[in-house]
């Protein structure tokens, strides 16, 4: 069974930073290209990032370039987002997700909050 | 970037009804297009992909159609289960564009 488990979010004060995890199970993580996806409060789906299956691309929202880090961990199966400059739209649930089909899987969610 | 756009916003229909939502590229994306059905509280579940291929597990009253820059989602026998927000999405290539959503509600 595949399985996508968030984690790391949190409160966190404008301009801060934050790492989120999704830990991955049930299927090849090495050869699965991966995404964040987030969900501000009340409003749609926003893709965020994404990671190639090789793992050597990434590419960004313009609303995360040059703040956003997608990255992975082979050996522990998990993928990371790294949050800098945080402000309050980036306030929402986020979602790490594999990319096969559009998007087939999605964990259930890491809410982050920015605010003071 | 492909701007990705929907139509109704919002769509208020009963059981038994017939629904179509439609979803337009601003480019084409050949059929490269998925749709997703959102409950509140919940993470997305993909419905269709390909423009016309059925998840499975998905009901078949769920069908896509269109290529290119138009696209439709049909739910052919509105089910109670089905009262949700539904939205496209392009992947083509990154970046992974979802439409803005169309919610169906109980009329």
């Known amino acids: 069974e595949v399985q996508l488990l968030e984690s790391g979010g949190g409160l966190v004060q404008p301009g801060g930073s934050l790492r989120l995890s999704c830990a991955a199970s049930?299927?090849?993580?090495?050869?699965?290209?991966m995404s964040w996806v987030r969900q501000a409060p009340g409003k749609g789906l926003e893709w965020v990032s994404g990671?190639?299956?090789?793992?050597?691309?990434?590419y960004y929202a313009d609303a995360v370039k040059g703040r956003f880090t997608i990255s992975r961990d082979i050996s522990k199966n998990t993928l990371f987002l790294q949050m800098s400059s945080l402000r309050a739209d980036d306030t929402a649930i986020y979602y790490c997700a594999r990319d096969l089909k559009g998007t087939d899987y999605w964990g259930q969610g890491t809410l982050v909050t920015v605010s003071s | 970037d492909i701007q990705m756009t929907q139509s109704p916003s919002t769509l208020s229909a009963s059981v038994g009804d017939r629904v179509t939502i439609t979803c337009r590229a601003s480019q084409s994306i050949s059929s490269w297009l998925a749709w997703y059905q959102q409950k509140p509280g919940k993470a997305p579940k993909l419905l269709i992909y390909k423009a016309s291929s059925l998840e499975s597990g998905v009901p078949s009253r769920f069908s896509g159609s269109g290529s290119g820059t138009e696209f439709t989602l049909t739910i052919s026998s509105l089910q109670p289960g089905d009262f949700a927000t539904y939205y496209c999405?392009?992947?083509?290539?990154?970046?992974?564009?979802f439409g803005p959503g169309t919610k169906v509600d109980i009329k």
């Open positions: 990671l190639s299956v090789s793992g050597d691309r990434t």
């Open positions: 999405q392009k992947y083509n290539s990154y970046p992974f564009t």
């Open positions: 049930g299927f090849t993580f090495s050869s699965s290209a």
